[in-house]
């Protein structure tokens, strides 16, 4: 199930954000690129972008980190803090295996669906489905959602896409989260900083991709190895 982290979109006196070149092991952030050696990734990010507070986001064993985007007021004045959160998981020997219950089902599709916050709550509401396809991303082994969420008690919208490295075994999870009323450059700036997201070596998804494909009219998303 997806960890539901400290959220921090909307806030009447935000906490104070700290700018940091290390945000977790083996995880930096110099000269506007954050590289997440853990996962194999890395991406661009502005300046606007600060790092949590430890007591508003910890991870265990420093597996992941959270950032918040300081500039953006509600209509009433009010501070809120659009947050990205990056963390990363070992996959279990079910979510690794290719083969579930006689089915051939890939191991990103087991993850998703053992960590997708819809299928074990009805606090959130899947809105759409993305992939690299949509030009929504740039990682080729990923699958994104955006849901419908209340968050501190004010409707909101969470982008999370998930990904796996498979030379490392690991799940990883890229979480976007904003205010619903926030304005569609807002969410334009947070759509692309995900797409920005690209992997440091050919070794972390190996051949393996996402793609469309319908059956009988239902448009299905299938994962399989690229023609060379």
């Known amino acids: 199930m997806m960890r539901r982290l400290a959220l921090l979109v909307l806030l009447v006196a935000a906490p104070a954000f700290a700018s940091s070149a290390e945000l977790a092991k083996d995880v930096l952030w110099a000269n506007g690129v954050i590289s997440i050696k853990p996962c194999g990734l890395q991406f661009t990010i502005s300046d606007h972008w600060e790092q949590a507070p430890k007591r508003v986001a910890s991870f265990p064993d420093e597996s992941g980190f959270m950032l918040g985007r300081r500039g953006f007021k509600d209509k009433n004045g009010r501070e809120f803090i659009p947050t ?6 070992e996959l279990t020997q079910i979510q690794l295996s290719t083969v ?9 599709m087991a993850y ?8 074990n709550s009805e606090d959130d509401a899947p809105e759409r489905m993305f992939i690299w396809q949509d030009e929504a991303l740039t990682l080729k082994y990923a699958v994104g959602f955006e849901f419908s969420a209340v968050l501190n008690k004010r409707p909101s919208k969470a982008l999370v896409v998930y990904t796996i490295n498979r030379e490392m075994g690991l799940g990883i999870q890229i979480v ?4 619903d ?3 569609a450059e807002i969410q334009e700036e947070m759509e692309a900083l995900l797409k920005g997201f690209a992997t440091t070596s050919s070794m972390v ?6 793609f469309r494909n319908r059956v009988d009219d239902v448009l299905l998303i299938e994962f399989r190895d690229r023609a060379e």
């Not at 998703?112 to 299928?119: I, L, S």
């Not at 998804?205 to 996402?210: I, N, V, Y």
């Open 112 to 119: 998703v669906m053992d960590n997708r916050p819809d299928v």
């Open 176 to 179: 976007v989260e904003f205010p």
């Open 181 to 183: 009323e926030s304005s």
């Open 205 to 210: 998804h190996g051949s393996r991709e996402a």
């Open 84 to 89: 990205l959160s990056v963390f990363w998981q």
């Open 100 to 108: 579930i219950e006689g089915q051939d089902v890939d191991p990103l």
